[in-house]
């Protein structure tokens, strides 16, 4: 057997036009506050869908965000091109080279899905939204104006403080502190090779610490004598003398005739 309903509190005719004539009552006696746009430009949240911006330097022209837009209003052209080998010896490689990135904007319904599944950061949410235009042909922004709006895509929100670094900072980091010491160390090794080639160019002093000139001087004039001396008493031959004299020679001293008669 069912159960009975509860019993219905029986509604006054005119109670729904009485709420609604007390909330229009409440806001008619608020101040109202226009804001004067465009002399007054609206605060905005900073995660607003206004547009798309591109980063073009991101972008690898994998397709991804054109075959997944349901409204298929992104245009994408590009060529590929022979990349060669980064060493001798090796393969070259061909790429992908952008040529146009266009967005229609007559056609998107900012459903933000191009964003999520670039795997590649090349797209972002602009908060610009003074976009519009008197021809809807005009809508249709190409990869330069995209870039433009790239400049007024706001920072991301700062992470926790125990959270990790993500790993592209991470990477980057790596990177510039191994390109840092590089550089450090081909500074020490130009630094080097500059000290050991002055000290090359400086002449070597003497290894006994004297002062070396050129040219003759009568102290250093060197001879040779050599000669037959004879014994004055007995008339002979005792030997031959030799030897060097270094310097001015001294004047021989005249003999002694006495000596001679003795």
Known sequence: MAEPLPPTRSRIPGSGLAKGLAVTLRTMTKKTVTAQYPDAQPELPPRSRGVIGLFEENCTVCMLCARECPDWCIYIDSHKE?????????????????DRFAIDFSLCMYCGICIEVCPFDALFWSPEFEYAETDIHELTHERDKLREWMWTVPAPPALDPGAEEPKELAAARKTADKLAAEAATAAEAAELAARTAEQAAQPEPPADGTTTTTGPTTAETTGTTSGTTTDATSGTTSGTTSG???????????????????
């Open 82 to 98: 022979t990349v060669p080998p980064a060493a001798p010896g090796g393969r070259e490689r061909s790429r992908n080279v952008l």
């Open 244 to 262: 060097t004299t270094s310097g001015t020679p001294e004047p021989s001293k005249p003999s002694d005739p006495q000596d001679g008669a003795s």
